[in-house]
């Protein structure tokens, strides 16, 4: 799955030229947290709510709230805007956007194409949603957890004996439990399973969990 797949393209911008007031309200109404800063459609800067919050008077503050409103109305996005923005391309692997939000612990992803012309943007939530795909949370059928030896041929050999029985594999993965041990996640089309589960125990495979839904 790629970044364009998930992406959002219908994406609220503002411009440099705003003031940070509107740039404030934007956010409250559509519920972000950052928005892309655009000038001809390209890409020139990002605000945020760490930013907002940053420039914006304390309650602490001698000034009234006229003046307050005043301030934030004559301070303009650009003056306060990120500039050096971390991007990507709608080409890139989704798995690649995930380890790029994670490492620098942002919150979103503008999504550029040549000459910096912002095309989507992609969030965490995008990013939760794909995985939670990738996994199959959401698909009916069966989900099976087997304990195995960490070692070649596992995964053939089990996907062997789910043939024999007519199931179709929707979705597996793997993880590391321990040296030489590892968890699979089956998960299969149907929740007519029993046969197959007895067969698997037969070989000495050690079923952890069997869900149906």
Do not use: C
């Amino acid at each position: 799955m790629y970044v364009k797949n998930r992406m959002n393209t219908n994406v609220i911008t503002i411009t440099e030229d705003a003031s940070i007031s509107k740039a404030f309200n934007l956010m409250m109404e559509h519920g972000y947290s950052q928005l892309p800063v655009v000038r001809d459609g390209k890409l020139v800067g990002l605000v945020t709510e760490k930013v907002l919050t940053e420039v914006s008077p304390s309650k602490a503050t001698s000034l009234s709230v006229y003046e307050i409103n005043y301030l934030l109305s004559k301070t303009k996005v650009k003056d306060i805007m990120i500039t050096d923005v971390i991007t990507v391309n709608p080409d890139m692997l989704i798995e690649e956007a995930a380890v790029i939000l994670r490492s620098n612990d942002i919150g979103s992803l503008p999504v550029v194409i040549d000459n910096n012309e912002l095309v989507g943007i992609l969030t965490r939530t995008d990013i939760f949603d794909a995985f939670i795909e990738f996994l199959g949370a959401n698909d009916p059928g069966t989900r099976i957890s087997l304990e195995v030896k960490d070692e070649l041929g596992t995964l053939a050999d089990i996907a062997s004996i789910i043939k024999q029985y007519g199931i179709n594999i929707q979705h597996v993965s793997n993880y590391s439990v321990k040296e030489g041990q590892s968890e699979i996640i089956i998960r299969l089309n149907t929740t007519d399973v029993d046969d197959l589960i007895a067969s698997l125990q037969n070989r000495g495979y050690n079923i952890l969990s069997i869900i149906k839904k």
